[in-house]
């Protein structure tokens, strides 16, 4: 049910195109909420026929042309009816500690490799993330939006921060049991 708002949030900032909102998507909501083009383009068709956003007029109408949408009375109100609504929180569904699950009937054999791989993955996402606070939030911009902006990204950088902590200590754990025996770790 999150996606139409997240097109939603993302057109009240901005009237885009479907391209337009794909590569804003890769930019921020897509660090938190995944989509893919197919899919933004089937909701926006979705969003249009429930008359919650629609197609901007064109001064000269040009076939092949971009359509740019805009956020109808109704898709704010749906927004901000969808923001008060009370929801609770999604189980964590991650491959890595399902296969670190595993690795304890199995042996955790191969898993040291795959545990840096993901060390480097989280190390260079929290450098991202670092990086557009310092781009995008200087301490000037404290304006409801930046405030509400910068909370959702700082959620993200403590994320990040969470896994690099929890990686290093199954790094450690899992090299001590390879220390401890054959067969029994990276």
Do not use: C, N
Not at 119 to 147: G, N, S, T
């Amino acid at each position: 049910m999150s996606l139409p708002h997240a097109i939603l949030t993302a057109l009240l900032e901005k009237p885009s195109s479907g391209l337009e909102l794909t590569r804003r998507f890769d930019k921020s909501i897509g660090y938190f909420w995944s989509a893919t083009h197919q899919q933004i383009y089937r909701e926006l068709g979705r969003l249009e026929e429930s008359g919650l956003i629609r197609e901007l007029p064109s001064e000269v109408p040009v076939r092949g042309q971009k359509k740019e949408y805009e956020v109808l009375a109704a898709g704010g109100a749906e927004l901000a009816r969808w923001v008060g609504e009370s929801q609770d929180p999604k189980p964590m569904r991650d491959p890595l500690l399902l296969r670190i699950r595993a690795a304890g009937v199995v042996g955790p054999q191969g898993l040291g490799p795959e545990l840096r791989r993901h060390l480097e993955l989280h190390r260079r996402q929290l450098a991202q993330y670092e990086a557009i606070e310092e781009k995008d939030f200087p301490p000037e911009r404290d304006a409801v939006e930046d405030r509400l902006r910068r909370l959702v990204l700082h959620g993200g950088i403590a994320l990040e921060t969470f896994w690099l902590h929890w990686l290093e200590e199954a790094l450690g754990e899992v090299e001590d049991m390879a220390a401890d025996g054959p067969g029994s770790g990276a």
